[in-house]
């Protein structure tokens, strides 16, 4: 038999996401409550709140400004940083 997901405690209704947390032991597998700003998490200890930033969120880079240079490049437009400014 499939297992189920744990439910939030506070909604009932939502079954909550799988992810990884960063704990200062490690990585730990858990669940994170569906809801933006719930904040709720659930472990094999039980529930519990708090600031859990998940280890694939801390461990991806902010790419947007490379990416942003890279296509101005190839469409062949020059970059912010490499205008010159009005005369």
Known sequence: MVRSRPVCDRHTNLQMIPCT??????????????VPGCGR???DAG?????????????KPNRQAA??????????E?????????R
């Open 78 to 86: 020059p970059a912010e940083a490499d205008r010159e400014p009005p």
């Open 21 to 34: 947390f960063q704990t200062p032991t490690g990585k730990a597998s858990g669940y994170v409550c569906a």
């Open 47 to 59: 529930y519990f709140d708090g600031p859990v930033k998940s280890a694939q969120e801390q461990s």
């Open 41 to 43: 998490h659930h472990v």
């Open 67 to 76: 990416a942003r240079a890279a296509i101005l490049r190839a469409i062949g």
